[in-house]
């Protein structure tokens, strides 16, 4: 495994990164047989305690910063009237980031979760779901309601929920106050807050593979017909799904099968996971 670079998560360090890597034009096609994971990807402390932490190649980072422009400069290029390429790299980076980070993040709540139990009564957990969680994506769901990998699924909504948060999204179109002719800038907010860079990116995320692309089972979904019969798909938040999904896989990571009835199980992934590292590496 490459050494890497702490990556400094920052505020004004975020504000002012940006990397020199060459894009690597193997991203988007690993993205489809890997998920974000074949950008961002984490290290467990119980196989390599030296290297725990989260690790981002930085010439895919630059080609999904890439990728984030060429949608969105799709759609809100004609609505630039001046130059704003320092802003449009924050803006992108940021998305990237958030995206990546957040969605590893889950992984590691998942493996804390499992040690916080295993260590309070000596039971071994957390091999045995891995174990459990290799062998249900290696077959189709039994049911329509199945989930082939329900940890990632997850991992994604939690990753995706930003995208799809008013406040979030009222903040990056903020990004472009004062830079642009009013009537643009309401065009940039449009784009974001009217949720549709939700809907690019989980048209996106579509792509990736069975259990990663899952993650809209846990939001609500809308259709409208716009103009020349155009259906738009809007996402929005479903907490009591995703609560639902979240309980299940804490029994999961306890070896349980689930009951039908999940009102009364606990959820325990409110908690923030202990503080770990993130690196860049090539």
């Known amino acids: 495994m ?3 670079r702490v990556f400094d998560l920052a505020a004004d360090a975020l504000e002012a990164f940006s990397t020199a890597a060459p894009r690597d034009p193997a991203t988007l096609p690993a993205m489809l047989k890997e998920g974000p994971e074949a950008v961002a990807y984490y290290v467990s402390f119980r196989t390599d305690p030296e290297r725990f932490g989260v690790y981002v190649r930085e010439g895919r980072l630059r080609a999904l910063k890439e990728e984030y422009h060429r949608i ?6 004609k609505y630039v009237d001046q130059p704003i390429e320092d802003i449009v790299d924050r803006i992108e980076y940021s998305l990237a980031i958030d995206y ?3 969605h590893s993040r889950f992984h590691f709540l998942v493996d804390s979760i499992a040690a916080t139990r295993e260590m309070a009564d000596g039971k071994a957990r957390y091999l045995r779901y891995l174990a459990w969680r290799a062998a249900t994506a290696q077959k189709p769901p039994a049911t329509p309601n199945d989930v082939v990998n329900l940890e990632e699924a997850l991992a994604n909504l939690d990753a995706f929920k930003n995208f799809i948060n008013p406040s979030y999204c009222d903040a990056i179109a903020k990004l472009v106050q004062g830079r642009l002719d009013e009537r643009n800038v309401q065009e940039w907010q449009a784009f974001f807050i009217g949720a549709r860079w939700g809907t690019e990116i989980a048209n996106a995320i579509s792509r990736q593979p069975a259990g990663f692309r899952d993650f809209t089972r846990f939001l609500n979904r ?3 017909v716009g103009a020349y019969s155009y259906v738009r798909v809007k ?5 009591e ?6 309980k299940t896989l804490s029994l999961r990571i306890d070896g349980v099968e689930p009951p039908a009835d999940l009102s009364g199980g606990l959820n325990p992934f409110s908690e923030e996971p202990p503080p770990y590292r993130v690196y860049l590496v090539d």
Do not use: H
């Not at 969105?72 to 290029?77: A, Q, T, Y």
């Not at 996402?235 to 907490?239: A, E, I, V």
């Not at 799904?241 to 979240?246: F, G």
């Open 235 to 239: 996402y929005s938040y479903n907490k």
């Open 100 to 102: 990546l980070l957040t």
């Open 2 to 4: 490459p050494s890497g």
């Open 72 to 77: 969105i400069w799709r759609d809100l290029g």
């Open 241 to 246: 799904a995703q609560d639902n999904a979240l």
């Open 222 to 224: 809308t259709t409208s």
